[in-house]
């Protein structure tokens, strides 16, 4: 039937289905697995100082057995018995002995409760896998992330995971075909699947808004696989355009899709928080965002890339967080009655209530990852380089001048920009140069602003309102969070809640001081108040420039690859003339974020062509 819809022969059909089958395929070859573990142990080995992972839980075995032996009760039972025999004779010797123990039981059991905890917490991540289908979302940030992921988990001998990244249309095909469970069960239990909540890598080094997929716009080859699987066709329906857009809710509503169907009792997911002290790639974003073509994966690339194993990338930071129940989120909140009603075999497009489901989990999930994000002294120098051009060096910074000596260097004992070469060269050319050392050192700066971003907003509508009234700062406030909603991670609809705690804090280190209706800034923290806005100043100036583009040099319609380059050489004349110093609008992160946050607050629209 398909073979004559589509006027092939069913020979052509079944052999393109056998090869979009083998390339989605996964296979668990130990032989493979071994060789690439023991080669990444030993480029890991080259590139790191140190991979510190909280360890404690990712051991095998009963959570009593592997804690018991190293815990001081154990050791103080088996010495009082020893001691007992020896001192059968004076009772008096003994009872003196058994105080010593106790005394050391309780100097010890501080040391080890951290560690019982820990272990605890983390056996649930081995319980949860064997028990129920797991989905690891880790943060993204470099192409390490998957591989040391991998690695890890070989290394303490759990389930490998099925890893779902730059498969895109494949996904679809098997939720079509009937290949809807998220992961693959074995005689060990569920093989966890992976992939990252945030579609790509963060170029920013900030986390990025969930990305819930992309329309499709030819059903072709998804009928094809699913008819040759299923053996069903696709009823009609299912080719309309306004349903092709279920795709748009991405692999996080696809992973649930067997929970909402009742085809498992529940699904853990798992925020994993993978800290870099030094980003691989941190050159080769700062390029990309600057326009330059990302370079083709081939072979003399791969052996040029292979400089990299001399330099110094210092520790990585993994945190595993507690695994997260869908049924305990569900409850109460999700009914899943209508999936009741339809074959399960048959593909159903999300209702609102589960599409508004899958995006608050999935920003909550991204809200964990920040949360246990590992921020080092470091971070901090990029920003105070960038408010005072120079920063006097103290012991906590000269560890991370040696290992980012590419973007920062000491002169007289302070902190600058290693900005050596900037000046040669035409003027285009150090506009191009000193933007590339920025970036690169806002890269690291980046990663504060999720932390600060709440207190840094309400410190910004104070300044913009000139006002003291709190109805009026919570309005510059919320403006300002739906301005930069593409910047930042925002919980959805909590827009008060995000106020309340931003006032909070700001009371907490005396910066402001609040009543029932007015927010007074005290004396005493204008200090806070003006680092925190600072912190935010180049992407407000940013907006700024773009907007002044919108609004004087494009004509009533453009398209986005007229967009980028046009705004570019905008600020990049701006940039050359003298009349701006902020690079980072330079970047076409920044320019899509604003285009975005535009078109979301109703000043742009968006049509097909």
């Keep these: 039937m398909l073979a004559k819809e589509m006027g092939e022969s069913p020979d052509i059909i079944q052999e393109e289905a056998v090869e979009i089958l083998d390339e989605m395929g996964h296979s668990m070859q130990l032989g493979t697995v071994r060789f690439f573990a023991f080669t990444l142990s030993k480029i890991f080995k080259q590139l790191f100082q140190r991979v510190c992972v909280n360890e404690e839980g990712m051991q095998r075995g009963s959570i009593l057995e592997n804690i018991a032996p190293n815990f001081p009760w154990f050791h103080v039972e088996q010495d009082i018995k020893r001691m007992k025999k020896l001192y059968s004779t004076n009772e008096l010797l003994f009872l003196s002995y058994v105080k010593i123990c106790i005394c050391k039981f309780q100097q010890q059991l501080c040391k ?16 949860a896998i064997q028990e129920h289908p797991v989905v690891l979302l880790p943060s993204h940030r470099s192409y390490v992330d998957f591989l040391m992921l991998s690695y890890l988990l070989y290394t303490y001998d759990l389930a490998l995971p099925v890893i779902a990244a730059g ?91 067997p929970f909402f169907k ?34 083709k994966e081939s072979t003399s690339g791969l052996l040029k890339a292979r400089r990299i194993l001399s330099d110094n990338f210092g520790t990585i930071h993994i945190y595993v967080g507690q695994p997260v129940s869908l049924r305990t989120l569900a409850s109460g909140r999700i009914n899943l009655c209508p999936y009741n009603l339809v074959p399960r075999h048959l593909p159903q497009k999300p209702t609102e209530d589960i599409q508004e489901f899958v995006s608050d989990v999935a920003y909550k999930m991204e809200l964990l990852q920040i949360e246990n994000m590992v921020l080092s002294p470091w971070r901090y120098v990029p920003h105070c380089v960038f408010l005072t051009d120079n ?64 207190p840094s907003l309400v410190a910004l509508a104070l300044q913009m309102t000139r ?65 925190l806005s600072a912190m935010f100043r180049p992407f407000v100036e940013g907006y700024q420039l773009i907007f002044r583009y919108l609004s004087k040099e494009t004509k009533e ?53």
């Excluded at 920013?204 to 696989?225: H, R």
């Excluded at 092709?244 to 991405?250: A, D, H, Q």
């Design 467 to 531: 006002s003291f009234r709190k109805e009026e700062v919570y309005s510059s406030f919320s403006f300002l969070r739906d301005v930069f909603s593409d910047e930042f991670i925002f919980f959805p609809g909590i827009s008060l809640k995000d106020f309340e705690e931003g006032c909070f804090l700001l009371t907490k280190c005396d910066a402001i001081q609040t009543t029932q209706q007015e927010i007074y800034p005290t004396d005493k923290g204008s200090g806070v108040v003006s680092f």
């Design 167 to 257: 498969i895109g249309k494949y996904v679809l095909l098997m939720v079509l075909s009937g290949f809807r469970e998220p992961v693959a069960r074995d005689q060990n239990g569920y093989a966890p699947i992976e992939f990252f909540l945030e579609g790509t890598r963060s170029r920013t080094a900030k986390t990025l808004t969930p990305k819930f997929g992309k329309s499709v716009e030819n059903l072709e080859p998804f009928v094809t696989i699913s008819a040759f699987v299923s053996g069903y066709v696709l009823p009609e329906f299912f080719r309309q355009e306004e349903v092709l857009k279920w795709w748009e809710t991405g692999l996080l509503s696809i992973v649930m899709e």
């Design 391 to 454: 920063l006097c060096a103290k012991k906590a910074v000269m560890s991370g001048l040696t290992l980012h000596s590419n973007i920062a260097r000491l002169v007289d004992g302070h902190v600058v920009l290693n900005d050596k070469g900037v000046e040669d060269g035409a003027v285009g050319e150090i506009v191009f140069k000193r933007a590339l050392v920025i970036l690169m050192c806002s890269t690291y700066r980046n990663q504060l602003l999720n932390v600060f971003v709440r």
């Design 557 to 609: 319609a453009f398209t986005e690859k007229q967009f980028i380059p046009g705004v570019r050489n905008f600020v990049f004349q701006l940039l050359e003339k003298g009349t701006t110093q902020c690079y980072e609008a330079l970047s076409s992160d920044m320019q899509k974020n604003a285009l975005a946050a535009l078109v979301q607050l109703g000043a742009v629209k968006k049509k097909k062509m």
């Design 262 to 295: 009742r085809e498992v009792f529940d699904t853990y997911l798992v925020p994993i928080s993978i800290s870099y002290e030094r980003i691989l790639e941190e050159s080769l974003y700062a390029y990309e965002l600057l326009g330059v073509p990302k370079p």
């Design 112 to 127: 080890y409760w951290n560690n019982i905890v820990c272990s605890y917490f983390f056996f649930q991540l081995q319980h």
